[in-house]
């Protein structure tokens, strides 16, 4: 067959994979590998300030162009490791990222030479051992003989199990040339096929269990809840469909927030456990069968572990297998069980429908004073939202904020529950924004917190010189309030130096006259609906900055409840 | 004994360490450590804006605070991963650093919890194992019975091995409480004793090589070159005895920059094999005897390998070993053999001084346009330094720049050739900066690319935040040079977003009216020459930063001999 280089090879597989942008920094022992980057029609290369945000950018760029993956590539050691916590975040929060690096030449490694980026002791190793505990799959491209299978086989594991893999590129292998044969035959995710015998019997108990649960005098009596792995193993369609052939009212957990539309007229808000709205908290928890989907039950996706939803009553479908009450069937995997579940269940759907499911809506509350407070804000930026937004959560209070504040149909959702690492969100706000744009979505807008956004702030300026036009919420509320409702409300250590905000989009563009930019502070209520009522704001022909002026211990109401913070604005 | 809590058991150890400010970045699984370090009367928390940053920022204070610890506080996985960068680095470069995270309670540990910042799998002991591959000993404090020993035993490894150690500490073992009787006996490294016989051994065999090294008519036949390791092992005053008692001319490799005065009147300049000024590398090379000290010969301290001195003239004295010619004496460390070495050679003095050392010195050159090249740049800065001032370089056109440029008496030259990680040297500048108030040190000077300083930029912010007044040289020349040096030239990975420069000390301390601080553009030979010279300038009674503009072809000597570029300026 016809041969290709190395790189072009894995840059054929990537475009086939979906991929049209990678993320990372270079360094000198990739920059021959980014040559055929830089040359490759389909792939752009986005320089990043650091290897962090660039993993943070790849894994948000993951999120969102969903049946595709991330990439981000880095150079030896100083580069990999200063991107690892990102590949850490993205591994927990199951995010298909591959991490490529660029290292010395086999030659230099196996001569253990005192190179730059070393640790200085010999140790060729030390990268790649701490890289296995982040990825699920590595790859050493040591040979012109094995570099296909290699890259094919971290491939597929990086589409089937959606975590994050790693792939070292040594400086002698860059130029060298393989057949190109095997990219004629696309990759796919390991088949999965469900074991008929089993799959049968896992039907047969969750048709009696519903016949169970459902009856004319009990018409609700089951429910379906949805969270992130739903989202991860790409069954929304399947969903959907369970969703609509039942006709079951269908709640979803934190980290499930748009595995289902927010608008769907049998959608009926967010489970957290004892921090859920009593409303919603009552119909699932007295449920008698909840069918609970790619379900990841972390201590803040379920309220501190506080579900109220007895085993016996729960049927629970995940990516390898699939849970009964009590009882586990290895490797049946919701992916083949759902549309056999739907269909099973479709005769429920005449009762289930006569319970109507109150909309998920919250109100604009009114209050006295034009303080900005969270119960105000997040419900008054509920109404901003438009189908098709991605909207972006950081860790703190605008997690916690969002969580409660409905978003419109076919909006993306993207939040790092579960790792938690902040300063993710602003670089996973380029990614998301970069593939946004790839894919026709709406707008890109990102809350985060005058804490959060200092970790890494400097990525901003890689969105304006990509032309890009998120909308940059700034919750400034003198520091880090959601530390304050855990522990040490008046400590030094939750106060944090104060910035000019509204500077920031200036200096990052080299635009002090501020003409590609606007920024606003905005400090009580009045002034944010103005901004929000603002067509001109909304139409985001720019970028935008806004500085929301909080109190330092205002809180959004499930903050609260989880932390049990609940203090005086005054104090 | 009287009782103490586990923390300020370890703060006390810290604080007889000569430790007076702790860095890093709060988070719910170390609040309640960092209450015991809020409230402890010496030590000062230092909240940075990132992890990363913070481990830099340790590993800065450690080089400059030189008998001293760096301590980098963060939080379980999101926390540490970030830092790990940094361990990486302090490992690399053997600098002290203690790496202390606070993590979940040792139940939730054994229970595998789904908490926030883990992997999601149960995998507990990952982060830890990530560590290990950066660091010479952890200790987790997991038992009372045990705490005290464990902080002693990993906090006596840092300061004999010079290497970073990482500490877990558990939410619930924070406010438990053990004897404080330990602490009357202070650590010190673990005592290195030469056996006396192998030693005297060692001694007579120099002295032989030494006697067939020098002679009447060749009286320069014996040099000294000193290197990193003569730094981070505290032999400084026993190099400096030896140089003095023999009168053999000294030499520093790059990274032993500074171990011996720049100004002493036998030191004569910089070694990096084929990339040293040729005056001075004939002296050397022709020597019968080189006396190495501390040698730590990577690619870009030895000029890539381009040392011509042959084994059978050279003797090498380690921390842990001597070399004489080619047999290795285990165990024979420098610390105890250099005072003898002294003795044994003080006779050689008369002769030695007889051959004067050509100062090392750098006339500004004569250039017929005023645009700021590095030739001219360098020895320019050069006549701006003062006695005791910390002079920071970055990895890039700086970090090659300041080699050749001599530094005045008891300045402190910080520089990270072997690790080379960009981003930290702006991280470094403010632990470094502290550290030098702490001792009553001069001014901070960092020398930084306009690619580097992006990585890290935040981090000027907590030195605003502090008072501290450093000079801040940013090198403007379009994006990564030294990498255009490499390979890529016109690459358009080379390039980076330009920022408005002369604003980033307005944003960062919310001071519009920029009262709080001093920046500069100087785009020719003139301009900074006026600046230099102002008195103003020179006193640093604000945080200042010039923004220097450089062509993007253009870089240092040093650095064109390192990797063979040599383009006109005018492409
Ligand atoms: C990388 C990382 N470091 C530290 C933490 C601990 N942490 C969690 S939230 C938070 C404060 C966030 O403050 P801010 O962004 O201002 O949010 P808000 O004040 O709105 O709660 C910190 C420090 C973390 N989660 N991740
Ligand atoms: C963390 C890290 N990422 C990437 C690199 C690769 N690298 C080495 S030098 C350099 C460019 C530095 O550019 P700049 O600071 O502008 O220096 P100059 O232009 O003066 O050479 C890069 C990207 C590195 N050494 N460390
Ligand atoms: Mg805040
Ligand atoms: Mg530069």
Request: glycine share 8%.
């Amino acid at each position: 067959g016809e041969e290709i280089t190395i790189p072009n090879y894995l840059l054929t597989r990537l475009e086939q994979l979906g991929v049209k942008h990678m993320f990372g920094v270079p360094g000198d022992f990739n920059l021959r590998f980014l040559d055929y980057v830089e040359d490759f029609p389909t792939i752009e290369w986005v320089g990043n300030c650091n290897e962090l945000n660039a993993a943070y950018a790849a894994d948000g760029y993951a999120r969102v162009n969903e049946h595709s993956v991330g990439v981000v590539t880095t150079t030896f050691g100083v580069g990999e490791l200063s991107a690892i916590n990102g590949i850490a975040g993205a591994f927990s929060e199951m995010v298909p990222v591959l991490h490529i690096t660029g290292v010395p030449s086999t030659d230099q490694q196996a001569h253990k030479s005192l190179l730059h980026h070393t640790l200085g002791d010999g140790r060729f190793d030390a990268y790649r051992k701490a890289a296995e505990q982040f990825t699920i799959a590595q790859a050493d491209i040591t040979s012109k003989v094995t570099a296909a299978a290699q890259i094919d086989r971290i491939l597929t594991d990086l589409i089937t199990y959606v975590r994050p893999v790693y792939l070292t590129m040594p400086t002698n292998m860059v130029d060298q040339k393989i057949s190109s044969a095997p990219l004629s035959t696309p990759l796919s995710r390991r088949a999965q096929s469900n074991d008929p015998s089993v799959e049968k019997f896992v039907l047969d108990e969750i048709a009696k269990l519903a016949k169970a649960a459902q009856s004319e005098s009990e018409k609700d009596g089951i429910v379906i809840l949805v969270d992130a792995c739903a989202i991860r193993h790409h069954v929304r369609d399947e969903v959907k469909e369970l969703c609509e052939k039942t006709g079951f009212p269908v709640y979803a957990a934190p980290m499930g927030k748009t595995a289902v539309s927010e608008e769907y007229e049998r959608y009926g808000g967010i489970y957290i456990g004892s921090v859920t709205a009593p409303e919603i908290k009552e119909k699932i928890e007295n449920a008698k069968l909840i069918l609970s989907i790619g379900s990841l039950k972390s201590d803040f996706n379920t309220g501190n572990f506080t579900y109220s939803i007895p085993v016996n009553n729960t049927v629970e479908l995940h990516s390898e297998y699939t849970q009964v009450q009590y009882a586990t069937f290895p490797n049946i995997g919701m992916k083949n069980l759902l549309p056999k579940l739907s269909n099973i269940l479709l005769s429920y759907r005449s009762l289930a429908i006569q319970v109507p499911v109150p909309p998920y809506k919250i109100a604009v509350p009114t209050e006295s004073n034009e303080t900005i407070t969270h119960t105000w804000f997040w419900p008054r930026v509920g109404k901003f939202f438009k189908p098709k937004d991605i909207v972006i959560a950081e860790t703190g209070t605008s997690s916690f904020g969002l969580l409660d504040t409905p978003l419109p149909k076919e909006s993306v959702f993207v939040s790092q529950i579960l790792f938690g690492s902040i300063g993710w969100a602003t670089g996973s706000t380029l990614g998301a924004a970069i593939a946004g744009r790839d894919l026709g979505l709406g707008r890109t807008i990102l809350f985060t917190g005058d804490g959060s956004i200092q970790l890494t702030v400097q990525e901003i300026s890689t969105m304006m010189r990509l032309g890009l036009k998120p909308i940059i919420f700034v919750i400034n509320n003198e520091g880090y309030t959601i530390e304050r409702c855990i522990h040490g409300k008046n400590r030094k250590y939750n106060d944090i130096a104060n910035w000019h905000w509204t500077s920031l989009l200036k200096f990052f563009s080299d635009d002090p006259s501020g003409k590609l930019s606007n920024s606003y502070t905005v400090t009580n209520k009045a002034e944010l609906s103005k901004l929000l009522d603002d067509p001109a704001f909304a139409s985001t022909e720019k970028i935008q900055l806004v500085e929301v002026m909080m109190h330092k211990f205002d809180a959004p109401r499930a903050l609260k409840v989880t932390t049990g913070f609940n203090e005086s604005l005054e104090n």
